[in-house]
């Protein structure tokens, strides 16, 4: 069974998802991919795992890197979570980018090469964001391209999180977003 529960966030509403097992889903309200992977038969109740999530958020929206983790289920590929799995190892308030990761995830396999468009995928489909980073990931030029629950959000988490935003910039309109 899977259980919801509603966060208001300095930056508008969350939609927080938990099974038995750990946080399957952490949407803003609105984002692309919105509780897609949400399964209709869910219920509305506050379980444990969900008020360890909203402890976190907590935590997060005050500026602090969170010394806990609440229980995580991601749902999705093998790809993808591997994907994910790398995404938990970016530092809290610094960056990286969809090439980095590719070469990461290119070398853990043995191969030469990985695609970083694939990459870019996976990281796009991140149903837990803020928890597993996907705001950290940006274009190898320093593109702030490619976050789900918008843009401006993006530049907002990772503000708050005093990353280094000097080599950064929004893309042009119609550029990725």
Request: with cysteine; charged share 15%; aromatic share 10%.
């Amino acid at each position: 069974m899977m259980y919801t529960m509603h966060y208001n966030s300095p930056l508008g509403g969350i939609l927080l998802a938990a099974d038995e097992t750990g946080l399957t889903g952490l949407w803003f309200d609105g984002a692309t991919y919105f509780a897609d992977t949400l399964d209709p038969l869910h219920k509305e109740q506050a379980t444990p795992i969900l008020l360890d999530a909203k402890r976190w958020l907590d935590c997060y929206f005050r500026g602090q890197n969170p010394d806990f983790m609440p229980p995580l289920h991601p749902i999705g590929s093998p790809f993808r979570q591997e994907v994910w799995a790398l995404l938990r190892q970016i530092p809290y308030g610094q960056t990286t980018s969809y090439g980095v990761l590719a070469r990461q995830l290119a070398e853990q396999r043995g191969l030469a090469h990985m695609s970083a468009q694939a990459v870019g995928g996976a990281v796009g489909h991140n149903a837990i964001s803020i928890i597993i980073p996907c705001h950290r990931v940006v274009g190898s030029n320093g593109s702030l391209t490619g976050y789900a629950g918008g843009i401006e959000r993006k530049i907002e988490l990772l503000t708050l999180e005093k990353a280094c935003m000097d080599s950064l910039f929004v893309p042009a309109k119609g550029a990725a977003l």
